[in-house]
Structure formats: C-alpha cells, structure tokens
C-alpha cells in the first residue's frame, strides 16, 4: 500500500551515497518487503555535506537489510540491519587533476546548497495540525522500527596538510541498537494499544583516536585497490591499532545505554518524551601534538578550499625542476579566472546559458517529470554558479505564475446571457510554486493517506488540547558516572579534570515557549604536574569535609522564560567550598601547552580583526538592541572558598604559606520595569559579602 513512497525514500537516501545504485531490483525488493544489500561502494562526494575540501578515497557497506511487513505493517516491527561501515577519506588535493572526478564534486556541493535552499524556502512556519500529525508520525516510527547497526570505522588520512608528517584520525562504533522493550526494559513484541512505549538504545565502544605522525608505509590509502584496506579497518576496530600502530585516542573507547519512554496519551502528568542517557565513564586526552595538528589542519583546509579552483591549471612538477610552468600557471590562473570571463565572448556564452537554463526550467514547472529537461538542467548547472542559477529559477516561477491561473469551470449560458458576461467573472486562484512532487506524502493516494492517519491514530479533525505553561514536553537527562579531561606533552599528563556523579538534564515547555537546563554534581577535581613530573591537587571541592549536609558541589539552572520570575531568562548557580592551591609548576606547563609556534597564527592580527567587526555595528542597529535588551534574572551564591599560596610556588618547597578565605559570595540581579526609562532599564547587580571581612593567615610549614 505504501511501497511507491518507501521506494522514493530508499532511493532518494541510497543514491546519494551509494555507486551505481540499481534502483529497479531495489523497487522490486522493496515491493516484496524483503530489501538486502550487499558490498556497497560508496560515491567520491558522499562526504560533501561536511563543506570540507574532502573526498571518500574508498567507501564500503557490506550490507543493508530491511525487512517491511507490508501484511501488518501497522502491528509488527520494520527491522533494519547494516554491518560493516567502512570509509577511508582524505584530501582532494592529494591525487592529480581528474576533470571528471572534479565535476562530479562540484555538481554535487552545487545540488546540496541549492536542495538546501530549496527546503528553506518551502519550509513555512508548521501549523498545530501539522505538528500533530508529525508528532504522531515520529512515535509511530519510533515504536515500529527496530535498528542495529555493527562495526564501523571511519578514517581520514592526510599527507598535505604536512609532507614530511602524515597523520590519520576517526572514529569507530563497535555496535548500536535499538529495540522496543517492556516496562522492565526487557526485549517484548511491538504493542500497539499500549498508551506508553519504551525503547532501549545501546551503544557499544564508540571511541575517537588521532595519530599525529604516521610512516608513510602504514597508509591505508596505498591499498584501495584491493580488499586489504577494509579488512584492516575492520580488524583495528577490536585491535585498535594497524600495522602495529597503536591508535592515539582522543576519547576512550566509551560505551551507554539509553532508556526512553514515550507518552502517546494526552497525559500531563509526565512528558510526552523522555530520555534517560547513562555513561559509566568517559576519558579524554589531548596531547600537545594533536592539539597542533588539529591547527594546522583547520589552516589547511582553508588553503585547500581557495586552492581548488586552481587545481586545473597546476604544473604538476616541482617548482625547483620546472620554474617556467609555474609562471605559467600563475598567469592560466590570473587570466582564466579574472581577466577572460569578463570579456565580451564569455558574456555573451554566459548569457546564452543562462537564458536556456531559465527557459528549460519554466517547462520543468509545467513538466515536472520529464526526464531529458532534468537531464538538459543539470548539464547547464554545471557551467553556472549557484547565485546565477538561483537568480534563474526565480525568474522562470516569476514568469511561470501569472501564465498558470487556475480558473474554475463556468456553467453552460445561453448564447443571450453571454452577451452580459464577461472574463472577470471568472474565479482566478494562483498557484503555489513550492508545492512539487517532492515530498513523500505526494506519493501516496487519499486512500494510503487515511490508512497512514487511522494506522498512526491521527485525526485531522481532531481539537488541539491547550497545555497548561508548566507542562514540560520533552525532557533528556544524562547521567555521568565519571569524566575525566587530561592534557598530555612528553607521554605525561600535565592537568586532568575529573568530573564525578554529575547529571545534567534539558527540557522544553512549549506552551510557554521556554527551555530549561540544568545540571550538577557531586565532587570534581583539577590535577596539575609538579616538578618531580607527578600529579598534584590545584582544585579540589569534597562536600562530605566541607559541607556534610549538601550533597552537591557545583549546581547550576538555566531558564529560558521562566514561570516564576519575571524575566527573559534565569540564571542560578550554588558553589559549595572548594580548595584552590597555586602551583606555578603546572600553570607554566599549561600555558606551554597552548603555547603556539611562531607564524602559525597572529594573535595581534585576529583581536584587531574582532575589535573592527564589533565597532562595524550601526548606531541605530546598537539603539535597537538596547531597545529590546534581554532581561536576566542572576543569582550566583559562593559558599567558603579559600586560596593557598605558597612562598615558592609549591608546597613541597616548605616556605611560608599564604591563606586567603574569601567567605560567601552572593551576586543577585535587581531587574527594573520593562516600561521604565532606557537609563533606569539596565541591569543592576547587588554584590553582597556575607562575611564582611576578608580572612588572610600566614603560616610557616617548615
């Protein structure tokens, strides 16, 4: 019944990415139900929503299974399988010039900006009977559908970015699922008269490394060619390394399981989603080196981008062998891409490209499906840029419209009575351009369409209950057992900061078009290196010595229009006493790390940069800001904390002891009337220290 539209889906999904897709056997098993892929090559421009001057060197899916109960496709399960992701990318630059490969990705960055602008213009603001059906659209996919997904390994691989140092980095996922369960989160069978669903999501060693320096000779990219380069991904993915190269991980091979309940009642009493994310623990590190790869890489892409228009025109040989051909090619390069296309010839050729192409695509509004006009539009968006193409279409709807008005049919008159009427009696009703056949709802009849609704439990003519501002929609939580974030040089770790018991949660009010976040935690630590290349406590917070009575550290609660303070937003925040002890060790070796070589950027040059795009702002565009300033309501308390300064820097020196107890700190705003004065509207702060006096002791710990 609803085959032709999950046919546009998978296609329009699978031939973006995937080789020489054979659409008609995918018809035929999707007709079937029974859909099972196997050994997919991945396109060179499956990567090109990243914007990134990246291509897929060799992409592989080993195989996509779907099985569609069409019988009881609103009683049992939709089952999807893909195993064996495997995706090695790198640089355009690093191969010679290929026109057609260089095509194939410019058509395709040129088609997913204009398909992007495309689905902006349509998208209108949804009406509350389209986000009902959407809503229950979602909670039908999300109870229906069961998704596992195993072994995947994503790997770029670069040799431009630094000749003389090749590096690699990605990410690997061992497994993810997710399958429907009972209310003890126990794999059960689909239930669709069940009022609340519960899915349980588990992921499994999902981990992101990145290697600094790599032997040329440990490059997956010389083995594309064959088989090896996938069953070396593969195997690495339990290994975690290739060629004996151990993998430099960036985070931790982590794994977490989500619970989620779904309400598909009008019940208030709980959210209509919620979603529990569990993670035991979480390590990060970042190494000095891999902290300036990632620099240069972001340069680098930067410099490929320009550079890739002028790929074309490139010698191929070194400078020091061949000088001439890069004068040559700097001058192609001058004169091709600013001196010739504005001569007379080319704007005449230009013209008469754009000329057709807006011709060609007012048919395509009258013809939507005819293929040579699609074919003969995307031959002539190859030698057009998007603004000319975009500045086309418009003018082909502009012109299309007033020629196609709807008139509806006049009732047979009387030759007499004709006499007396005229062509402004008719009915004129427009059309609407955005309205295609792209949309997969278009797809389907009005018969699917009432069996999609009644499937699904959407009535249109169904009221559209009114919640209540405190009604809290959708709700995501996540609770972490422990985070820890380390800086390494020299294979030591230089600072580390642990993170333990902390959960944090994120929920939306829509009827009162607010959002709230908010998160705390029990105890956290900062670790910083000592002379003697050990770890030492620079911040530490334990509520149990400090505070027995308060069970978290750190508290913090974000609101965006909040129910019970008149304001734009709210902010809260409670400290609870922590330690701080300065250790000039670890500051000198944490400013090292961030330290820069010399060229690789001009710091000067970017604060002038930002201080100028600031004073670019308009006085009348700075009055209306002031105008319509946010109001925010602040509320910071700061419980006992107190700073310890050693004489010589650390504490294992002996010397004298500076320590400092700076009391309670309270910061609360004092908002004014929205309607008072400009001057009398701005944000007043009352800085409140409980304890008058600022307590100092000097001790001799000799």
Not at 34 to 60: F, H, N, R, S
Not at 318 to 341: D, N
Not at 428 to 454: F, G, H, M
Not at 654 to 679: C, H, R, T, W
Request: negative net charge; aromatic residues 10%.
């Amino acid at each position: 019944m609803f085959e032709s539209a999950a046919s546009y889906v998978l296609n329009r999904i699978l031939g973006k990415y995937v080789q020489n897709l054979d659409s008609s056997n995918l018809n035929v098993s999707i007709f079937k139900g029974d859909v099972e892929l196997t050994d997919l090559q991945l396109k060179p421009e499956a990567l090109v929503e990243l914007k990134l001057p990246i291509e897929v060197k060799a992409g592989y899916i080993g195989k996509i299974k779907v099985d569609i109960p069409w019988t009881s496709l609103f009683s049992a399960s939709v089952v999807v399988n893909i195993e064996d992701v495997y995706l090695l990318a790198g640089p355009v630059t690093d191969r010679m010039y290929d026109p057609d490969r260089e095509r194939a990705l410019q058509n395709a960055v040129k088609r997913e900006t204009l398909e992007t602008l495309e689905t902006s213009n349509k998208k209108d603001e949804p009406t509350q009977q389209d986000a009902g059906f959407l809503e229950k659209l979602y909670t039908y996919v999300v109870n229906n559908i069961q998704i596992s997904i195993g072994r995947v390994h994503l790997r770029y691989e670069d040799t431009v970015t630094n000749p003389d140092h090749p590096f690699a980095c990605g990410i690997m996922l061992k497994h993810i699922s997710a399958y429907t369960t009972d209310g003890k989160w126990q794999p059960a069978q689909m239930d669709n008269a069940a009022t609340v669903i519960h899915k349980l999501l588990e992921m499994r060693e999902l981990s992101v490394y990145w290697n600094p320096y790599i032997p040329e000779q440990h490059l997956i990219r010389s083995r594309i060619n064959t088989d090896g380069w996938r069953n070396l991904l593969k195997q690495s993915i339990l290994k975690h390394s290739i060629f004996e190269e151990d993998f430099d991980f960036i985070i931790e091979p982590v794994s977490a399981e989500t619970k989620v309940i779904i309400s598909k009642d009008n019940n208030q009493a709980i959210p209509k989603f919620f979603a529990d994310i569990s993670l035991d623990e979480i390590e990060i590190l970042l190494s000095r080196q891999q902290f300036l790869n990632i620099l240069t890489l972001k340069d680098s892409f930067q410099l490929m981008s320009v550079n890739q228009k002028y790929r074309k025109y490139h010698p191929n040989v070194l400078l020091k062998i061949s000088p001439r051909s890069w004068w040559m090619y700097a001058y192609t390069a001058v004169v091709e891409e600013r001196i010739r296309p504005y001569s007379w010839e080319r704007i005449r050729e230009h013209r008469s490209r754009y000329r057709k192409y807006r011709d060609l695509y007012k048919k395509s509004l009258e013809i939507p499906n005819h293929e040579s006009i699609k074919a003969k539009l995307w031959e002539l968006e190859e030698s057009l840029d998007i603004c000319n193409i975009v500045i086309a279409r418009e003018e082909a709807k502009s012109e299309f419209a007033p020629e196609k008005i709807v008139k509806k049919e006049k009732e047979k008159k009387g030759w007499f009575s004709s006499w007396f009427s005229s062509d402004s009696d008719d009915e004129e009703v427009d059309i609407n351009l955005n309205d295609d056949n792209k949309d997969w709802l278009s797809k389907l009849t009005p018969e699917e369409r009432r069996n999609l609704y009644q499937g699904i439990g959407y009535d249109e003519n169904a009221n559209v209950t009114k919640l209540p501002k405190e009604y809290v929609e959708y709700k995501v939580q996540v609770n972490l057992r422990s985070c820890c974030l380390s800086l390494v040089n020299y294979s030591k770790k230089i600072l580390q900061v642990c993170v333990t018991q902390m959960l944090g949660s994120w929920e939306t009010r829509p009827a009162g078009d607010a959002y709230r976040l908010s998160c705390h935690t029990e105890a956290f630590t900062v670790e910083g290196a000592s002379i003697e290349h050990e770890l030492v406590p620079i911040v530490t917070s334990d509520v149990n010595v400090y505070a027995p009575s308060v069970n978290q550290v750190f508290t913090l609660d974000f609101e965006s229009n909040p129910l019970y303070v008149d304001a734009d937003f709210s902010l809260k925040t409670n400290i609870q006493p922590v330690e701080v002890v300065y250790d000039e060790h670890s500051i000198c070796e944490v400013r090292a790390f961030f330290q820069l070589p010399t060229g690789t950027i001009d710091v000067r040059n970017a604060a002038m940069e930002t201080v100028q795009e600031v004073v670019r702002i308009s006085q009348a565009g700075l009055i209306y800001a002031i105008n319509k300033h946010k109001t925010i309501h602040l509320a910071v308390n700061m419980k006992s904390p107190y700073v310890v300064v050693p004489e010589f820097g650390t504490l294992h020196r002996g010397g004298n002891v500076l320590i400092a107890d700076l009391g309670m700190l309270q910061i609360k705003s004092e908002l004014q009337p929205k309607d008072s004065s400009l001057e009398m509207a701005l944000l007043h702060l009352c800085v409140r220290i409980v304890n008058t006096c600022l307590r100092c002791l000097c001790l001799d710990v000799e």
